[in-house]
């Protein structure tokens, strides 16, 4: 058990709905990323939240957004869903400048 | 493109032989070089890092070596034992002042155990 983690274990929606995918992270990590596993893209970094604030961006698409509440906790919010973003979805937490990051067990999200 | 790559998709070994999974890199800006371990249905663990000013790092049966000169970096599992199956993702990461960046992940390696 990482101490990282994810709820929903499983999403299922149709194409053009919007979800939120909610992370918690370690005790006493500040920082939260969000990575999406898929088949033919693999793993991704989609975006880093560091004590509240956006720290650093990947492959997220505009119709992606996340945020970290002030108990550190962070929601990835996926909008006008497409086919193509069914995947799973994994937080990973970390402590300041650690490169050692703690994954969550990941939600899977089907879009049908 | 990506910045991190394995040679193998799958590497079969007997159990009790030593194992050594492959990554070539092309960001030599990162400042560590690190190696994941994903068992069926979890999420990706830590297994070891080396800092990119390390050419071999030392762990409880693992060692991960570091060339530089090719952007090479290898894992090897001493005693590879059943519990050791997974995929192993090679990935790459920059750290600055507020923390670490994003990991860059390689494609994947399933290290298969053959009794």
């Known amino acids: 058990d990482s101490g990282v983690t994810q709820t929903p274990k499983h999403l299922i929606t149709a194409t053009g709905q919007r979800v939120t995918l909610r992370c918690s992270p370690r005790?006493?990590?500040?920082?939260v990323y969000w990575y999406q596993q898929s088949l033919d893209q693999g793993l991704q970094f989609l975006i880093q939240y560091y004590n509240g604030e956006e720290r650093a961006k990947g492959n997220i698409l505009e119709r992606f957004s996340a945020q970290q509440f002030p108990d550190l906790h962070s929601e990835l919010n996926l909008s006008s869903l497409e086919l193509g973003d069914s995947a799973l979805y994994f937080c990973a937490s970390s402590v300041e400048g650690g490169s050692e990051q703690y994954f969550g067990p990941g939600t899977r999200l089907t879009v049908t | 493109g990506e910045s991190v790559g394995l040679h193998l998709p799958t590497l079969s070994v007997q159990e009790g032989d030593n194992s050594i999974i492959n990554c070539a890199y092309s960001?030599?800006?990162?400042?560590?070089f690190i190696w994941y371990k994903q068992e069926s249905g979890k999420g990706p663990q830590f297994i070891i890092d080396?800092?990119?000013?390390?050419d071999k790092r030392q762990g409880q049966r693992v060692t991960v070596l570091l060339n530089k000169t090719v952007k090479h970096l290898s894992l090897q599992i001493a005693a590879t034992q059943p519990g050791d199956s997974a995929v192993y993702f090679c990935?790459?990461?920059?750290?600055?002042?507020?923390?670490?960046?994003?990991?860059?992940f390689g494609k994947g390696t399933h290290l298969i155990i053959q009794p």
């Open positions: 990935a790459e990461i920059a750290v600055s002042g507020g923390g670490a960046d994003g990991l860059t």
């Open positions: 080396i800092r990119s000013n390390m």
């Open positions: 960001n030599s800006a990162s400042d560590y």
């Open positions: 005790s006493g990590d500040l920082s």
